[in-house]
């Protein structure tokens, strides 16, 4: 009996340990540019870089306030905030996620506090659930191709495209295509089911064509668009537009293309927990983000896409997302909850990995 205590014991200790070390090699603390005056805790999903610009400027604007920034996968900050939720725990002053899916869900528990204030007002419509959950950016899921793998006249600008050049080229292009593994990824997730519900034909004829070319399914954006810089794929799959367009800042073989047929447009979203300490530096954290100033720093050094402007500059696609009518923008509303039900969200998973990874055999790509 004691042997098993201790065994149960140790098992609990080395997981409360790993737990923390995890958070402290994902934890930046940006000190106070002044005396602190207070001190706000931010979870996030969001790449440190991208974010920094922010917080840098945020900062100057408020001098007193000191910024923890703790990163997590989408669903590890998921399952750590419902759990903070169901035992009213606090978990942080702001949560920043790409699955806007995962956020609603959080919302729609009780485990978010209501915000409104001039800048709020601000936001589109489809971008605001409850004044709880708030879409801040504005990014295309696009396409990444590097241009020593790809020729010029086999780069795909629509799902289509895509899906005959992987079928046309399969022996050329045979695992050198990289998407999400949703299984892993929320936000893979995500795009995957809003590509279903543009149209299962299409859907289902390109995840059919990757399978025959056995795509690779990772993570993350950031290790998918290391990849295709270096050519080892030769090809990126519903790639967030502002991690993909930073990453061919940085490598001259990368270019992106917004597809002509359709294209989806995420907002990373903003909860403010309801068991948060400081809330109130929560809300003005997002009211930054949801202001001009915010907004402006975003389109010029972090996420640089934008619903009214133009694309950036080296982009392939239409000159004004919005004006072109391809844009279809995934609205943070009562939708999404279907997106979380548990056993559409299992039933969704179980056909995609059927089709995309066991379908990805010797036997089928040799078809």
């Known amino acids: 009996m004691m042997k098993r205590f201790m ?3 140790m098992a609990t200790i080395l997981a409360l340990t790993s737990q923390v070390l995890a958070a402290a090699d994902n934890q930046t603390r940006f000190p106070s540019l002044q005396t602190e005056t207070g001190r706000l805790t931010i979870y996030s999903t969001t790449d440190l870089a991208a ?19 703790i990163e997590y996968l989408t669903n590890e900050l998921h399952a750590l905030a419902s759990e903070a939720c169901r035992k009213d725990e606090p978990l942080g002053d702001l949560l920043l996620s790409s699955s806007v899916d995962q956020l609603l869900k959080l919302a729609n528990d009780g485990c978010a506090a209501s915000h409104t204030s001039p800048e709020t007002l601000r936001v589109a419509d489809w971008a605001n659930w409850r004044d709880e959950v708030f879409g801040f950016t504005y990014e295309p ?50 795009l995957a089911f809003n590509d279903a519900r543009q149209t299962n034909t299409v859907f289902g004829r390109l995840l059919e064509s990757m399978a025959r070319a056995s795509a690779v399914a990772r993570c993350c954006t950031g290790e998918i668009l290391e990849e295709v ?29 917004v ?23 929560g809300a003005q954290f997002l009211d930054y983000l949801l202001s001009e100033r915010g907004q402006a720093i975003a389109r010029s050094n972090a996420f ?3 619903e009214t402007g133009g694309l950036p500059p080296d982009v392939d696609g239409p000159q004004n997302l919005k004006e072109s009518g391809i844009a279809q923008p ?12 548990w056993a559409q969200r299992q039933r969704f998973i179980e056909d995609w990995s059927r089709s995309l990874i ?9 078809e």
Do not use: C
């Open 7 to 9: 065994a149960t014991l």
């Open 51 to 69: 974010m920094k610009p922010l917080i840098d400027d945020f900062q100057r604007s408020a001098p007193g306030i000191s910024i923890d920034y």
């Open 141 to 190: 899921a696009v396409f990444v191709y590097n241009t020593r793998k790809v020729p010029p006249a086999e780069v795909p600008r629509t799902h289509v495209e895509l899906a005959d050049l992987l079928r046309e080229r399969l022996d050329y292009y045979r695992g050198r295509v990289g998407t999400y593994d949703i299984r892993l990824s929320g936000i893979g997730y995500l």
């Open 229 to 257: 810089a270096s050519g080892r794929l030769y090809i990126g799959y519903n790639m967030l537009g502002s991690y993909a367009y930073d990453a061919a800042r940085k490598h001259p073989d990368l270019r992106v293309v």
């Open 259 to 281: 597809p002509r047929d359709y294209t989806l447009v995420l907002s990373r979203g903003a909860l403010i927990p309801k068991s948060a300490e400081r809330g109130d530096l």
């Open 304 to 306: 640089y896409f934008s």
């Open 330 to 341: 995934i609205r943070i509303g009562p939708g999404l909850l279907a997106v979380q039900d």
């Open 358 to 366: 066991e379908l990805n055999s010797p036997e089928w790509t040799r």
